[in-house]
């Protein structure tokens, strides 16, 4: 996948840096980890420092010093989840910050100039999160709306994809210019996002208008928000095969270190998560023993490391009992750990599935 900032190998595993941090890590060891691409929270990045900010100083690329690829959301599933008094409408959603109280507007117009002036590689369209459940009647609303702001943010960043600060200057210095021949001409992508609950024909129904409307690359949104795992494989296998194989594939917000390892090889592109590094902040690492709790009294004394057949830097160096020691002292330290695994893990995870992709496995 060229994009502006990096040439990004998939299928990717992109860690989440909500408020322009992955939580605990310096971007110099994600670089490390192999981070290729890691997201920003609209929302998030709006409220504080907000995007006019972020715009002055260059773009988020510069203000984080992160000089490879980045992808905001849209804000949206933010706003259905943290804001208060959320009031929808056709024109968009007016919110309260969860930060202050203060009140704000969202419609598709002001995503897209938000998710501009932050300058990611790519951004997502503005859309309505369907939960779950919902029922028939539900689901059919909420797609009408997503597909409507779909159209409408897909017309607003055309007329104003133009304006990304990086434009002639990519922001960050001494980024190698990745892209090629017949790519000569590098800006921001706009994903769409196909949505329609756990209904099939509505999913079939988002995903053929949106290919339609022609966007960068399509993702799959409104899944593990609580609906079973069987129903989360067939609406993934119902709706990859409508999306074009030559434009990324993205399923959000997805899962469990088997779970990408399943929906990579279904031929899902992208995915991001907050569990690897929200789960490791509360001392569950992921290893290739399964999950361990690190609290647990039976690594006390355990100097084995975090995972015996992972090569990150934490299990390279460190011990069980010291990384359970950090967690019960309340150390900073133990984060950034716990954090650095986990990612390692999941990164390692895509290595693998592109490695046995390409081998034929
Ligand atoms: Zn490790």
């Not at 998710?115 to 997502?124: E, R, V």
């Not at 104003?160 to 990086?166: P, Q």
């Not at 990859?240 to 993205?250: G, S």
């Not at 390692?348 to 599935?353: A, D, K, P, S």
Request: a neutral charge; aromatic letters at 8%; charged letters at 25%.
């Amino acid at each position: 996948m060229r994009l502006p900032h990096r040439t990004v190998q998939t299928p990717v595993f992109m860690p989440v840096g909500t408020l322009g941090t992955v939580k605990a890590v310096p971007q110099d060891v994600l670089e490390t980890l192999g981070a290729e691409i890691i997201l920003g929270n609209t929302y998030h990045l709006y409220l504080r420092p907000g995007h006019e900010a972020v715009r002055r100083m260059g773009g988020l690329h510069k203000f984080i010093s992160w000089p490879r690829a980045m992808l905001t959301d849209s804000g949206g599933f933010q706003v259905f989840s943290l804001s208060q008094l959320r009031k929808v409408s056709d024109e968009g959603v007016r919110f309260r910050s969860h930060l202050d109280g203060s009140s704000h507007f969202f419609t598709p117009e002001h995503s897209m100039d938000v998710q501009i002036a932050l300058g990611a590689d790519i951004a997502m369209a503005f859309d309505e999160c369907t939960e779950y459940p919902a029922d028939r009647n539900r689901a059919e609303e909420s797609l009408r709306l997503t597909m409507a702001w779909a159209r409408r943010s897909l017309d607003h960043f055309r007329a104003h994809r133009d304006e990304v600060v990086w434009r002639d200057n990519l922001g960050v210095p001494q980024v190698p210019r990745t892209w090629g021949p017949g790519n000569e001409s590098p800006a921001q992508s706009l994903f769409g996002i196909v949505q329609g609950g756990t209904y099939n024909d509505l999913r079939r129904e988002s995903a053929e208008r949106l290919v339609e409307m022609d966007f960068d690359g399509y993702a799959i949104g409104g899944l593990s928000v609580g609906e079973p795992r069987e129903l989360t494989m067939e609406t993934i296998a119902e709706v990859l095969p409508l999306l074009p194989a030559d434009k990324p594939r993205y399923l959000m917000g997805v899962g469990y270190p088997d779970e990408i390892e399943q929906y990579a090889r279904m031929g899902v592109d992208m995915m991001d998560c907050v569990l690897p590094t929200r789960a490791a902040r509360h001392g569950l690492l992921f290893t290739s023993e399964g999950r361990i709790n690190i609290k647990g009294k039976r690594y006390a004394e355990d100097q084995s490391p975090p995972d015996p057949a992972c090569n990150c830097m934490v299990c390279r160096r460190y011990s069980r009992a010291y990384l359970r020691h950090l967690m019960h002292s309340g150390e900073a330290l133990s984060a950034t750990l716990n954090t650095i695994h986990n990612l390692a893990y999941y990164l390692g995870i895509m290595e693998r599935v592109r490695k046995s992709l390409q081998t034929g496995g």
